[in-house]
Structure formats: C-alpha cells, structure tokens
C-alpha cells in the first residue's frame, strides 16, 4: 500500500513559480516510479513529468524547459518545481505512483495561475 500526499499548490501570476511536494507513506519508495499528472475543467487527466527510481525522467511537451521533477529517496518525498508558469498551467495536480502493477494517487493540490 502507498499513500501519497501533496502539498504547495496556490495562487501565483504568470510568470511566477511554485514548488509542489508529494510525500509518500509506506515501504519500497526508492523503488517505484513515480509523477505529476493534472487535469484542468472540462480537460482530461494529463502527464506533467515522470521520474523513475533511476532518475529517468520524462516531461509532457506543455511544460518541458519550465518544470523539473525530483525525488528525495532517503524522505520518500517528490517534487515538482514550476517556473515561468502561464494561465494555462491552472489545474489540480496530482502525484502518482506505481507500485507492484497497482496505481496510487494523490487527492491533488490547485494550482491557480492568474494576475
């Protein structure tokens, strides 16, 4: 079982940056992938980033060259630094992880962008 937690969602203007955090409860975190999808009113769920226990790391092409994900193994914490961001960021976004074929997420924190 794993249960995942975000946290630093908020308001902030176009342009401005957040940092989001995902802590994850149980055993196994340095061992399983794990990523930020979103999802925007009236939009389906979508890939943010993806970071495998390696450190592989996969962006969607909406966010590439502004968000960077990483993880902290030793505090099963992952995090997701968005810079630059635009109105079109504004979504909830969620921390995902995949562990022994099952899916587990997050309840999602909002992300407004707006002046």
């Known amino acids: 079982q794993v249960q995942l937690a975000e946290s630093g969602g908020g308001l902030v203007q176009p342009g401005g940056s957040l940092r989001l955090s995902c802590a994850a409860s149980g055993r196994f975190f340095s061992i399983y992938p794990m990523g930020w999808y979103r999802q925007a009113p009236g939009k389906q769920r979508e890939l943010v980033a993806t970071?495998?226990?390696?450190?592989?790391?996969i962006y969607g092409d909406a966010v590439k060259g502004r968000f960077t994900i990483s993880r902290d193994n030793a505090k099963n914490e992952m995090y997701l630094q968005m810079n630059s961001l635009k109105p079109e960021d504004t979504a909830v976004y969620y921390c995902?992880?995949?562990?022994?074929?099952?899916?587990?997420w997050g309840q999602g924190t909002q992300v407004t962008v707006s002046s």
């Open positions: 995902h992880a995949v562990l022994s074929g099952s899916d587990y």
């Open positions: 970071m495998t226990s390696g450190g592989s790391k």
